[in-house]
């Protein structure tokens, strides 16, 4: 059973989840008291909400989306009894939007060129190069290629986003990544700041605390709790 001072973090995918878990890392973050769970798609955070207040030992809730994926978010959030009007509210229930999605953020963060950088360290800059060699991908911004390169293999874009945050710099984080890490408890020995006012890290090492595996939706443990014990990581709450 969770601590109940836990956080659960819901998530899209692997690739989030490796994101997350490279700036929590980078920041100090307690990741002994953070469940980093895998939803599988952002159409199950309405189950993962559901299950949450049902289930689960108390625990806070914050979570990460894509633009065009905030709607589903705001209706899971209505489906538990929370007043969310739309996607502005998000925030107020730790949820935060990347403008695009994850890769785009990464990549804007990073800069084009550290991002090469990265697929190149990685090995995979032979087939990059093949890929903006093809005639649909020759002529488009080297942005739009990164994007793409990210999802055209199984297991690469998951790759990809770890590597990419790992990469990111204190106070470089994009800020949807940025705001979630600042929700999430630090550890007695923090690493770097994000570099985001309002959050108090140290800067002393950080111990050898390991996160806790990702979760997929079976996995949550099972106590019967009040539903009043799921709490969100934030007492300001939309009128």
């Known amino acids: 059973m969770k601590s109940v001072d836990s956080f659960t973090v819901l998530l899209e995918g692997a690739s989030d989840v490796r994101a997350v878990e490279a700036l929590a890392k980078r920041a100090g973050v307690d990741l ?13 955070a309405g189950k993962a909400l559901s299950r949450l207040f049902e289930h689960s030992a108390e625990t806070q809730v914050a979570g990460l989306c894509d633009a065009n994926e905030a709607g589903v978010i705001v209706r899971a959030l209505r489906r538990v009894g929370l007043p969310a009007r739309d996607e502005t509210d998000l925030p107020s229930y ?13 990549i804007r963060a990073l800069g084009t060129a550290r991002a090469v ?18 005639e649909a991908w020759r002529d488009r911004p080297l942005a ?9 293999a199984s297991g690469r874009k998951e790759l990809l986003a770890g590597a990419f945050a790992a990469e ?25 700041q994000l570099d985001h006012p309002g959050v108090s890290t140290s800067s002393t090492s950080h111990g050898s605390r ?6 997929g939706l079976d996995q949550f443990d099972q106590p019967q709790v009040s539903t009043s014990q799921v709490r969100f990581p934030s007492d300001a709450r939309p009128s």
């Open 32 to 44: 002994a008291r953070v469940e980093l769970v895998d939803l599988g798609g952002v159409t199950n």
């Open 210 to 215: 390991q996160a806790r595996p990702a979760k």
């Open 168 to 192: 990111l710099q204190p106070g470089e984080a994009p800020p949807p990544l940025r705001d979630l890490i600042d929700r999430l408890p630090r550890s007695s020995q923090g690493l770097d």
């Open 94 to 106: 730790g949820f935060f939007v990347c403008r695009v999605d994850l890769e785009d953020e990464l």
């Open 117 to 134: 950088g990265v697929i190149e360290r990685l090995g995979l800059g032979a087939k990059f190069q093949a890929l903006r060699g093809q």
């Open 144 to 152: 739009h290629q990164l994007h793409r390169f990210c999802g055209v």
